[in-house]
């Protein structure tokens, strides 16, 4: 659906590939500097921007409006991806539209910081100029919070903005969320902060970021309605029968499925925690043989230098961008999900594991403990002596099987169609038509 949206679209005239081109070579790229790229530099198959004024019409009931693939923000394309998918299951017309690489796929990806400003380029004044020539549509989604500029180009049409969290506009804005900001990310959060006063409604994804936008939007008349629709789960997570899950893991060739593992799941984003999750482990090393699988991005140096200092680097698995179906396959086995993240907004983990009957401890404190809903096991984040007694106790087979068994209960009220059908009666009571 999302397609039919982008072929009709082209950008304005006035930029061109040509005058952001980069050589393919970095020893060319070094004497570029300021000086005027000569005609050899440009490659025949970058891509032309084409023209185009016209409106573009849509056929759809609700436009979503998704994420920048190159940020590799994968929890928000997924959601995205969700939504659409559920909509569409209940009969409700609907596309997706997201800003396209035009810019920043001209830079090559070892020039991280041009390639984040020609990302701008395309994502705050590409992608407006075809949003500004959308025109049929009912109700604009826009799926991430921090796309909440793109509001303002539609002043005559009700915009809704899921909020997932404001954990770097709270960091932005100088308090404790490990989120910092550059002076360029402060500008950018304030920025956004802005456009959410601006919209229909802001649906939370969990009280704990409910509190948070009632705090920092406000409550008067003049902010938009603020509303709570916890996440579904975005792939069919289950029970896998024992032989499913060892075919989809016996192409790890690190993992060891002779031995336990325990898991994270997760960024290398600091409030994620990863270095708690190596210290929590090798408090257990002694007491059995058991691997730390890490999903997620990879392991940076400092992490196996503190792993190596505890002796457990030769117990770590790192699987970098696990897809959902080799995830699955991780929950079903895991001796535990530990999760033991600061900060979150909601925390899909949680619930993922649980719904393939993998026990969690998380951090007790919302909305961890809430996504939990009393079937985890949990602690303060400092106790980490605590969770590693945790991690032992669950080897117990009653012990263990008591928290699989609540944690199966509990992934039943996050279903995708539950969360769709909630969506759906919001978009209903901002005026949009059945």
Known sequence: MASSVSRQVSVSPSFSTASVSLPR??????????????????????????????????????????????????????????????????????????????????????????????????????????????????????????????????????????????????????????????????????????????????????????????????????????????????????????????????????????RPFVLHVGSHLRRKNRAGVVRIFARTKGHWNAQLVFAGDRLYNDLWTQARALGIADRIVEIVSADSELLEALYNQAHALLFPSRFEGFGWPIAEAQACGCPVLCRDAAPMSDVAGGAGLLRDVTDEDGFAEDLLRLRDPATREKYRELGLQNATRLSAKTMAEQYLALYRGLGMAT
């Open 25 to 258: 070579d970095p020893a060319k790229l070094r004497q570029f500097r300021l000086r005027r790229p000569s005609r050899d530099w440009f490659a025949a198959d970058r891509p032309t921007l084409t023209v185009s004024t016209a409106p573009t019409p849509l056929t759809a009931m609700v436009l979503l409006i998704g994420n920048f693939q190159p940020d590799h923000q994968q929890s928000m394309q997924r959601f995205s991806e969700m939504m659409l998918r559920e909509l569409l299951e209940l009969g409700i017309a609907a596309e997706m539209t997201r800003p396209e690489a035009h810019f920043a796929r001209l830079v090559p990806a070892q020039f991280v910081f041009l390639r984040k400003w020609a990302g701008y380029i395309d994502k705050f004044i590409i992608f407006p100029r075809r949003l500004r020539r959308l025109h049929g549509v009912e109700l604009i989604h826009i799926c991430d919070h921090s796309n909440a500029v793109y509001a303002k180009h539609f002043p005559n049409v009700p915009v809704v903005v899921t909020c997932h969290d404001l954990l770097a506009v709270r960091g932005a804005l100088g308090e404790e969320t490990d989120c910092p900001a550059s002076w360029t990310g402060k500008i950018l959060q304030r920025w956004i902060l802005a456009a959410l006063r601006g919209v229909s409604a802001v649906v939370c994804v969990s009280r704990a970021t409910e509190a948070d936008a009632l705090r920092l939007l406000g409550t008067s008349e003049n902010v938009p309605r603020i509303t709570v629709i916890e996440n579904g789960l975005n792939y069919k997570y289950r029970p896998l029968p024992e032989e499913q899950v060892k075919a989809r893991l016996g192409k790890l060739s690190q993992l060891k499925l002779d």
